[in-house]
């Protein structure tokens, strides 16, 4: 799950609408082959003897002085955790980790596997990989059949996808790939600064239109799932069509409010800050459930959504207009004719006919 925090502070933007998108795209994890153990901070995936060579098998890091044995350790940042577990590969998906691939034992004599025939995974937390294959017409496995996603990362590579040894990237044409897991939904909180107008004894806090009480999670199904924070001449909150979990938090001894909305990746949330009340919300309910409130002319919570589009025309000319035309309100048809070097003549179409 992906997190996103923003403060709200007293000055506000009157009318101002954030849209947020929640998406699945990431930076690439960073790992490297170091002598020994990892650095502090990375987490040690696999050792080796000699990642340079060809021969080398797949060793546990726990079942060795890395230093003394003089392993090269294939080292990996941005994850929590990797470990060789003896059970079947339900654990790893029971404790929301991934299966990065298999070792044939727990000796100096393991082989690497990308396929469930040997039973002991390795299994990986936030990291996800892939197993390239090598180009059939030059055995090579880099570019667009090596590690080519944006957000790849080249771990070591492997001399078969079966009972295989293992090395530095640049050895063998078949290379495992690591990059962080796709999360499944992501989260937003807005929490109002100590000097927000939403932190008054005036604000109250609303789930659908029913008035949150306190510390609050709210689950589907709702109807039009907003939770947002009323103050005597604000509103802002989360808006929007569907939702996987809603809360309400209070911080420094009650005096702050925290709203904390979480969503499918792929989807996303309207962050309105504006001028009025709960009614301005409401107002939007068929618009936000039926998907077309960003197809508005103007999408708005606290001013009115015009029906007819403004339409304004500027001419950009040295030339005089010559008119004596009167009219008033209502729609109209105008014609400019140009009737001389500069003047250009305004009047209702068909007038002259």
Request: proline share 4%.
């Amino acid at each position: 799950m992906e997190e996103s925090n923003l403060t709200v502070m007293r000055r506000i933007l009157l009318g101002l609408i954030f849209i947020v998108f929640f998406t699945s795209y990431g930076s690439a994890l960073s790992a490297d082959i170091e002598s020994g153990e990892c650095s502090e901070g990375s987490v040690e995936l696999i050792s080796m003897y000699d990642s340079s060579e060809r021969f080398s098998h797949p060793l546990n890091p726990e079942n060795y002085d890395l230093e003394e044995h003089g392993l090269d350790t294939v080292c990996v940042d941005g994850i929590t955790d990797a470990e060789v577990v003896e059970d079947a590969d339900d654990e790893c998906i029971e404790e929301g980790r991934r299966v990065g691939f298999y070792m044939s034992s727990d000796d100096s004599l393991s082989h690497f596997s990308n396929h469930e025939a040997y039973n002991l995974p390795v299994c990986t937390w936030e990291m996800e990989t892939r197993l390239t294959s090598p180009n059939p017409d030059t055995g090579d496995s880099r570019d667009e059949y090596g590690c080519y996603e944006s957000n790849e990362t080249a771990l070591f590579s492997v001399s078969d996808e079966h009972n295989a040894h293992v090395a530095e990237p640049d050895i063998f044409s078949r290379v495992l790939c690591g990059a962080f897991t796709k999360p499944e939904n992501a989260t937003i909180s807005l929490e109002f600064g100590e000097d927000s107008d939403f932190n008054s004894e005036t604000t109250t806090v609303y789930f659908e239109e029913d008035e949150v009480d306190g510390e609050q999670v709210y689950n589907p199904p709702a109807d039009y799932p907003y939770l947002i924070a009323e103050s005597s001449d604000y509103v802002a909150g989360i808006v929007e069509s569907g939702f996987l979990e809603a809360e309400r938090q209070l911080i420094d001894e009650e005096d702050r409010n925290k709203i904390v909305y979480t969503r499918d990746i792929g989807e996303s949330v309207l962050l309105p800050f504006t001028e009025g009340d709960l009614r301005d919300i409401e107002n939007r309910r068929n618009h936000v459930v039926e998907g077309t409130f960003l197809d508005q002319i103007s999408p708005s919570f606290g001013y009115l959504i015009p029906s007819t589009p403004e339409v304004k025309v500027s001419l950009d000319s040295d030339a005089d207009l010559k008119s004596n035309l009167t009219i008033g309100t209502g729609p109209h048809t105008l014609e400019l004719e140009k009737t001389g070097e500069d003047e250009i003549e305004v009047r209702r179409r068909g007038e002259n006919e």
